[in-house]
T-cell receptor, first 117, second 113 residues
Framework: GAVVSQHPSWVICKSGTSVKIECRSLDFQATTMFWYRQFPKQSLMLMATSNEGSKATYEQGVEKDKFLINHASLTLSTLTVTSAHPEDSSFYIC?????????????FGSGTQLSVL | GESVGLHLPTLSVQEGDNSIINCAYSNSASDYFIWYKQESGKGPQFIIDIRSNMDKRQGQRVTVLLNKTVKHLSLQIAATQPGDSAVYFCAENVWNQGGKLIFGQGTELSVKP
């Protein structure tokens, strides 16, 4: 089946630093990828839709200058948490849809646990 | 629908029993629904899906029922096993919003041996 690789799987950083998370579709091309955030014992909250070659679409309440998304190719989207603070500590998950199956299922990465000290 | 800020309800069943997990969705424009299983520290794992032109779909040990009238979805797991213990989420594909997937509240399933 289709594989989405997310890296790193966990990261610890100091407050004020920036962290980049990568999401790659390994065996398919994805014009659209989605970024989610999940707090403990809660559901996945959609943060933004990453569109290849254009600007990301952010959900209401998500700061676009804080969470920078770049989708430079059909197989890679990155999420950069800028000037991270302890409240940004969370589990971040990416997902991608095969461009050849636009109405089909999303494939998920394994997630990145971010801890900001 | 969106469930930010809510904590997960739990369902506890005995090994071998059947489990039923329910989910309400909110958007009438949703045309595709998926159930995911999530284990601690991992990303969601696809279980089964159903399109809006169907009301029932069966997989191996799992069945999904869709009631569009009341915007309700359920997941039935037959002969529940300890390995089924996880959090289960339903998700709705909102086709008129770029095909984004919105997750429901989730239910934590605990299987007693």
């Amino acid at each position: 089946g289709a594989v989405v690789s997310q890296h790193p799987s966990w990261v610890i950083c100091k407050s004020g630093t920036s962290v980049k998370i990568e999401c790659r579709s390994l065996d398919f091309q994805a014009t659209t990828m989605f970024w989610y955030r999940q707090f403990p014992k809660q559901s996945l909250m959609l943060m933004a839709t990453s569109n290849e070659g254009s600007k990301a679409t952010y959900e209401q309440g998500v700061e676009k200058d804080k969470f920078l998304i770049n989708h430079a190719s059909l197989t890679l989207s990155t999420l950069t948490v800028t000037s991270a603070h302890p409240e940004d500590s969370s589990f971040y998950i990416c997902s991608a849809r095969d461009r050849g199956d636009p109405g089909g299922k999303l494939f998920f990465g394994s997630g990145t646990q971010l801890s900001v000290l | 629908g969106e469930s930010v800020g809510l904590h997960l309800p739990t369902l506890s069943v005995q090994e071998g029993d059947n489990s039923i997990i329910n989910c309400a969705y909110s958007n009438s424009a949703s045309d595709y629904f998926i159930w995911y299983k999530q284990e601690s520290g991992k990303g969601p794992q696809f279980i089964i899906d159903i399109r809006s032109n169907m009301d029932k779909r069966q997989g191996q040990r799992v069945t999904v029922l869709l009631n569009k009238t009341v915007k309700h979805l359920s997941l039935q797991i037959a002969a529940t096993q300890p390995g089924d213990s996880a959090v289960y989420f339903c998700a709705e594909n909102v086709w008129n919003q770029g095909g984004k997937l919105i997750f429901g509240q989730g239910t934590e399933l605990s299987v007693k041996p």
